[in-house]
């Protein structure tokens, strides 16, 4: 199977496990650490989001983010928040979410670090997920 192949399924896998109902989605994703990989990982749900429906992606480290709505009541938002701490708009970002999604780096970021996100998304009435990135080849270019 070619990587471009690889990567359409583990986008649709990735959002086809996200539980949130109702066709409008604002999917958080936050980095255990600022290495944890959320552009990619956003990269991809963004491929599997794209085939159901109109998504839109925000970068919270951007600082042009004006809002957190979806590209229309069907639509599907993707929000990559980047590591606790990288944007002030994190706090917004997590109550707005329908899924949160933490993103970890196996042999990189610590349990330490996933807790720290855990207890920053206690406010939150969205169920917390985990995506684990492994591997030294794991960068936006092996993905495309």
Same mark, same amino acid.
């Given at each position: 199977? $070619?990587?471009?192949?690889?990567?359409?399924?583990?986008?649709?896998?990735?959002?086809?496990?996200?539980? $949130?109902?109702?066709?409008?989605?604002?999917?958080?994703?936050?980095?255990?650490?600022?290495?944890?990989?959320? $552009?990619?990982?956003?990269?991809?749900?963004?491929?599997?989001?794209?085939?159901?429906?109109?998504?839109?992606?925000?970068?919270?480290?951007?600082?042009?983010?004006?809002?957190?709505?979806?590209?229309?009541? +069907?639509?599907?938002?993707?929000?990559?928040?980047?590591?606790?701490?990288?944007?002030?708009?994190?706090?917004?970002?997590?109550?707005?979410?329908?899924?949160?999604?933490?993103?970890?780096?196996?042999? +990189?970021?610590?349990?330490?670090?996933?807790?720290?996100?855990? $207890?920053?998304?206690?406010?939150?009435?969205?169920?917390?997920?985990?995506?684990?990135?492994?591997?030294?080849?794991?960068?936006?270019?092996?993905?495309?």
């Amino acid at each position: 199977m $070619s990587r471009s192949k690889k990567a359409v399924t583990v986008a649709r896998t990735l959002y086809g496990q996200c539980p $949130s109902p109702g066709p409008a989605r604002t999917i958080v994703l936050i980095g255990a650490s600022p290495s944890s990989g959320t $552009s990619i990982v956003s990269s991809l749900l963004e491929r599997g989001a794209g085939e159901v429906g109109p998504v839109k992606v925000i970068r919270l480290a951007d600082d042009s983010t004006t809002g957190f709505h979806p590209v229309d009541e +069907t639509g599907t938002l993707i929000v990559d928040a980047g590591a606790i701490g990288d944007s002030w708009l994190i706090g917004e970002a997590v109550q707005q979410a329908t899924d949160l999604i933490v993103v970890a780096r196996l042999g +990189t970021d610590t349990v330490e670090q996933v807790f720290a996100v855990r $207890s920053a998304t206690t406010a939150s009435a969205a169920p917390l997920f985990a995506v684990m990135a492994f591997g030294r080849g794991f960068s936006r270019s092996s993905h495309r």
